[in-house]
């Protein structure tokens, strides 16, 4: 009986992980193409923003490449529309809990004071907002999901695709925005 050498195994393994790769890059190729144009109009409904429907999408087809075993076409679009589903009902909740927060502050800060108070918080909050809804995307984002949404910078470098440097510059530049607006656009 004679014995199989290791390196002829690893390059037989090594071939077949090759040619499922490729099949696997195929497939994935194919679904984008077919259904791509139908997700992004599914999610730009549900979020009523394209770029928000971008990178729903694109979360989406990073989570299909992840899957260890694909199975049939249908079955992988079921999966990526289910899991675009998800992720726009999440990002839906983050912006209403978004925006009852910042109502909430509105609301206290000018129940704290005389009425010209609450016009004031009421201008620096517009102020604000306008900054921020200025700001590049990337910028924007990393700033909404830091600050605003609370999620570590780690995490927010890893759903971006940044370095958590990079995350941490995108967020100064900001608050830089902020606090120029809030001084009435000076340096």
Known sequence: MTERKPEIHEAALA????????????????????????????????L????????VAQEAYVRLLQLHEPGAVSLL???????AANLAVDRLRRRAVRERASV?????LSEQGTPERAAMARQ?????????AALPAKTREAFVLRVIDGVPALEVARRMGLKERMVREHVARALAECKRALQGGKP
């Open 77 to 83: 679009r079921s999966y990526l529309f289910r899991t």
């Open 15 to 46: 071939a077949e992980d090759a040619e499922s790769l490729e099949q696997r890059s195929e497939l994935f190729n194919s679904l984008f193409r077919e259904h791509n144009r139908s997700l992004m109009r599914f999610l730009v409904t549900r």
């Open 124 to 132: 620096e909050y517009d102020l604000v907002r306008a900054a921020i």
């Open 48 to 55: 009523r923003s394209v770029q928000e429907a971008r990178d």
């Open 104 to 108: 909430e502050l509105f609301d206290e």
